[in-house]
């Protein structure tokens, strides 16, 4: 059990490359604004940490509405296009007249990048990487690279493990991925960058973060993570060089490398998560599977 626990975390916890949306393998949103007229329309590709509920109704709108881990700020729609609750927020159908729209939200300092499909819209499908302007990778598809690193840090009187790892993306992005092997109270994970920090959005005890810049291979840019938690903090500094990869570290000495969290990655084999009515699938290669790893067909 404790390896397929760890097969589906590490689908979950995939680098951050950019493929494009299987619309075919996301299932459709359920319409609770009544009626039907909603019914087979649209679909959402979360974001980590996002979670969508459905079509409802605010007010007399028709809405996809989703929350996050923290209070919303921002989003990228017009402002008449949707409207702010707390840590939801309800996007208005009308703003999405194409067949696929990209959306960023901002809660809790976290950037949330996700799309949405209307199956009557119009225009085409055309999410690759490198067709948006400034959007090449550098020096073309690189392979991704992972580096691993461990270490036990004093959490307010007691030894938590953190296991990390850096992911050098082909987008020449970088994805920071922490996990920690107990829970923190009020933890605040946040990763520095040449002095700029960025907050990483959390699920359990975990979090992942990918930046937007990109970092050219060579590169040994500052970086630690800082664990904030309720009275103090844990640093953890990273000796990391921009496409350097290594083994990740095995739970036991003399264990297997990689059996504990891990992160599998994608070369021609393309990963994605499915978050339905609350439970997460693993799409592999076009087949589906459940949070224990079981092939559903």
Known sequence: MKKIFSFVLALMCA?????????SSIAFLGDGAGGG????KYKVEAAFGQNVVNIQLDGDKPAIYSYFLAAVTSCSLPADQYRINGAGIYLY???????????SVEAGGVTYDFKVFYADGTGEITDEPGDEPGDEPQEGDLTPATFYGREVKD???TDVTFNWSITRNADATLTFEISWSSEIAGVV????????????????????FTTK???????????????????????????????????????EPGENPGQGVESIQPSAISYQKVLRNGMLYIIKNGIRYNALGAEIR
């Open 15 to 23: 680098s951050g490359l950019s493929f494009a949306t299987d619309w």
């Open 37 to 40: 007229a909603y019914t087979n």
């Open 93 to 103: 159908l009308s703003a999405f007249v194409a067949k696929e729209t990209a959306v």
């Open 155 to 157: 959490v307010a009187g």
């Open 189 to 208: 994970p946040q990763v520095s960058i040449n002095d700029a920090y960025s907050t990483l959005p959390m699920q359990g005890t975990m979090a992942r």
């Open 213 to 251: 810049e990109t970092y050219t291979d060579g590169d040994k840019p500052v970086i630690f993570f800082l664990i904030a938690y309720t009275g103090n903090a844990a640093r953890i500094d990273v000796d990391y060089t921009v496409g350097a990869s290594n083994e990740q570290p095995g739970d």
